[in-house]
């Protein structure tokens, strides 16, 4: 890389560009942090020591993979990668509103990347699992303020990057554009930020007592002095339940783009996916973290009452998955491997929606609690749905960053290895979880019966982590020598893909779109009047796709 | 179709009416671990129905719509106004009936949990880093917990150092264990047998060695087990004033 391209990256201020700093430091934070899940296995496969005789060892790897996975690579390549890259080009901007702000974000992001990473090599990691909680966090001799600063930076990223993107949406939208023409994905990301705005406060105020408990002196969470350990928690989860929502609603948003364009259909009731489904999600969101805390000794009225509430998510997230296989009704459906994904993404979300509803229950979370049924059931929601839901949308919009394809019978290799892999983990896991396996356990000597299917979640564990590698390498490999593709190669309607062309420039669009209320970034029923809809008569009129 | 939707808004009007009423019969008995056992079986039924329902819909259209033809376009309708709304009320109210039917029963099973039996032995249990200790009062304090069978225990918990939490798999119990707070929990041991009793709020190092065994006995064997107890206990206390 020469000085030049160096210096364009390092100061650039250009969303594109932004974005794919974004994912190349959240597949970062994702390789390692998946490299830690791998000597977790390891150490589980046989009862007594395995790979570490060390427990803190163990458990200083269990926090940068919870920590990493949740804040560095799920948030941050949702919000961060998807919405940097995607979102200015579905409704037609030629940047964000603030594109210094913006990179100003991504900085302090690497900065909490390398905050993170440096937990390696000092003597002393955080050792407090990605929750920090009071008093063991303040109590231990590991270096807790690594953990607290880190989230500090985070946030402070989020936070800049929410008020970014909901002026950009509000604001710079193409002349003409109006709410109910924004595509399904603008509408996840805008209720992700707005989520993230008014809880990351919350977390980073739960986290600076947390500082100032173990640094300073004070006593907000110490019994003895008056304080109480549950105060944490409260605020911990009042962010970190919603926190679930910033990272299901965009995945949400990506399969929905890449449903409606592979099956050429409109989105399945908009309306009542986007003010029930979307916004219904965000109006209950604040409203069910006690369901984190059912044994965790709150008043019994609480927890009944969050269980009523916990429970009526499923109607949103009803309505949510109503459209989205409404969208298939009908459809002209084909397939690539970003539908491949998406698809499996379906069943995903069944397993892992299904399972949470015994946990929705107070009674029944009595037993399951701290179990590797709720580590299932969690996995398959955030790292198997929403993983999944990003590597879709990885590979639906590969062509439109790289102007290359990165389909493949290598890409379809690394997807079965991944859905295979992660079902094999995953479900011995839910078995010995209603048996009674506790999560967050170096050893399990008091459950010698559950070695077995440790051992085939420990094999399931390395199947995903080959398909991991093979696609991984694959992107890298496509990124650079895949196939030549043509303008707009999945024929879609929005935006992004009949506007734009493939590795859009500075300033997006040859020729800045203004739209009609007849247009609809899902019109495939009259696509030449969608297309007279807007002023640009975009890239299929263009440039003739190839046949 | 309106015919159909009315139809089928009806029955759910219905469905909503009766939940409660399909809640209160009276499947267990007043056991948390046996209602547990109950309520578990019915909601994996509840969930697996729901689950292959969605299941076959996704793999029928993903089936039925395919096709090689990259210029075709999907057909569907668009929704009418009724009919949009229709597609919000109909599973909005199924979704709600089964959650108010899951919510009575759920409620049901709480009450069990938390409303102590008026005989059930008291125990306090205090937990550290890493280690429990049972107080059977009058000074006889153990570090393994024996109970008789047949006798509803109660322990009430509170933590010497951080967060710690009781789990007793096999009893179906679990509550964190907290300094500067008292929680609780009970059971009704049926059987004689030893029960693993382990933690499940990390605690640090040793959190995956905090176990021990719930040894539940015979009243004889209890009543033996306590005699013993009791005289080292007091063994101990002539140890402790000697050498003072």
Sequence with gaps: MTMQTFKEWFFTTDHKRIGIMYLVGSMAAFVVAGLMALLIRLEQSNLGPTITDNPNEYNSWLYFHGAAMVLAFLIP?????????????MIGAQDVAFPRINAFSIWLFYGAIILAMLSFVIPDPPDVM?????????????????????????????????????????YMRAPGMKWNQLNIFTWTTVAAFVLQLIFIPVLASAVTMLLFDKYLGTNFFNPEAGGDVLLYQNLFWFYSHPAVYVIFLPACGILFEIFATMCKNRVFNYKACVYGGIWGIVGISGFVWVHHLYVSGMPDWLRIGQMVTTLLISVPVGLLVMSMWGTLYKGAITFNTGMLYAVSCLFLVLSGGLTGIPLALTAITIHLSETSFVHAHFHFIMAMFSAFAMFAGIYYWFPKMFGRFADGPWATTGFIFNIVGVHVTFIPLFIIGVEG???????????PQFEPYHQVATVGAFMVATGMAITILNWVRAAFKGKVAPENPWKSCSMEWTHAPNCPQAGNFPNPPSVTDDWSPYGYDDREANMAATTDPGFPAQVKPAE | MRTLLGKMSLSILGLIAAAPAFAQEDGYERDPAAGWDYLWHEIVIDITVIGIIFSIAAIWMVWKYRTKDENAVGTAPKLSKAAAIAWVLIPASLFMADDFFLSAKGWTLWNDYRRIPDEAKEIRVTAYQWYWEFDYGDEIITEELVVPKGQPIVLRMTSEDVLHSLYIPGFRVKEDVMPGRVTYVWFNPKEVGEYVHTCTEYCGT?????????????????DAWFEQVKEEAKAASLNDNTQG
Excluded: C
């Design chain 2, 206 to 222: 040793a959190h995956a060695e905090m176990a021990t065994n719930v040894r539940v006995v015979e009243q004889e064997e209890y």
């Design chain 1, 77 to 89: 390549g949702l919000t961060g990668f998807f919405a940097n890259y995607f979102l200015p080009l």
């Design chain 1, 437 to 447: 396996m506790p999560r967050r356990y170096w050893d399990y000597q008091m459950f």
């Design chain 1, 130 to 170: 990605w929750t920090g909680y009071p008093p063991y966090s303040i109590s231990t001799t590991s270096n807790t303020a690594f953990y607290v600063f880190t989230l500090h930076l985070l946030g402070f990223s989020s936070v800049l990057g929410a008020v970014n993107f909901l002026v950009t949406v509000i």
